[in-house]
């Protein structure tokens, strides 16, 4: 046969994403109901079985579907199925997030993710990442702008102490309602709609929640230029940006390219680095990190107008 005979054989088509996934649909379930036993489901065991884990008809009961049905899902036939029965699957397969989506995948059904509480601390680990790298400011944001981690030179540039550190720690809220007590921000007018519509991008996915919608009202309540700014409804994904900076310290300005790094484990945070623009910037900031006279060490108290 050549392979015109071949093309023409078979409509010259390839396999279409979903027959592929189908076989390792019903790969994928059979493996996980294998691993829950019925003890697990608080089931009693019952005889000994010929094989291990559940049996499909227990599944199906579980989830609250139809044997046939269940049977015909994994054995990989074209059905449909809903969120709210892949849902069921996967409570009684015992399924943690990541088999969860994997399974909408293979499914092939619209995938939306549990929505988590969003993160307050962060552990150890990411704290050694952010003292590493003690010579640039960092800073570990969640999607309100919250600072939930810094190091010294970030504290030391922008006046924020260990003590306050916690949820309600903003960076927006400083900005907008006690700009005084950070580091001047210059070209307030054009930075500060950036970060406002950075974080309408991200209060599309939080519509509703009570923590976003009361930080959004009381915000907007206590500043006319958030609101002014809010209303717009522009949005902006975060980005790489040149950002500048007045500090008592330095005679001139500090200008510092900031650079967004996203955190595992930790969604909608990210590790935000500012790093000297120039070299006018970088003997500025090395001016600010240097030990003052009277000052203790890693301090910045007095040093701000």
């Not at 489901?41 to 609250?64: I, K």
Request: hydrophobic fraction near 35%; charge should be neutral.
């Amino acid at each position: 046969m050549t392979t015109g005979q071949h093309g023409s054989r078979h409509g010259g088509a390839h396999p279409r994403p979903g027959d592929r996934r189908r076989p390792e649909l019903a790969a994928f379930l059979r493996g996980r109901r294998a691993r829950v036993s019925p003890q697990d489901v608080g089931m009693p065991g019952g005889p000994r079985r010929r094989t291990p884990g559940l049996r499909r008809e227990e599944v199906a009961q579980l989830s609250g579907v139809g044997v046939t049905w269940y049977t015909w899902l994994e054995q990989g036939r074209p059905i449909n199925a809903s969120a709210q029965v892949l849902d069921a699957v996967a409570r009684t397969l015992r399924l943690d997030l990541p088999e969860r989506e994997h399974l909408y995948h293979l499914a092939e059904v619209p995938y939306e993710p549990v929505r988590e509480a969003a993160p307050v601390t962060v552990g150890p680990e990411l704290q050694a990442v952010l003292d590493a790298m003690d010579g640039l400011p960092a800073v570990v944001y969640n999607a309100r702008f919250d600072l939930l981690a810094t190091n010294a030179a970030y504290r030391d540039v922008f006046i924020v102490s260990p003590a306050t550190m916690g949820p309600r720690t903003n960076a927006l809220w400083t900005l907008f309602v006690a700009p005084e007590l950070t580091c001047p921000l210059v070209f307030r007018e054009v930075e500060l709609p950036v970060m406002v519509a950075t974080l309408r991008s991200a209060y599309g996915r939080h519509v509703g929640e009570p923590a976003w919608e009361e930080f959004v009202r009381e915000l907007a309540e206590r500043s006319a230029e958030f609101a002014r700014m809010w209303e717009s409804g522009d949005v902006a994904p975060p980005g790489s940006r040149v950002k500048t900076f007045r500090h008592r310290a330095v005679p001139g300005e500090l200008r510092m390219t900031t650079t967004s790094l996203s955190v595992d484990g930790m969604p909608e945070c990210r590790i935000v680095v500012y790093a000297p623009a120039d070299e006018e910037s970088r003997r500025g900031l090395a001016r600010i990190r240097t030990p003052r006279e009277g000052t203790p060490e890693g301090s910045s108290e007095g040093t701000w107008t």
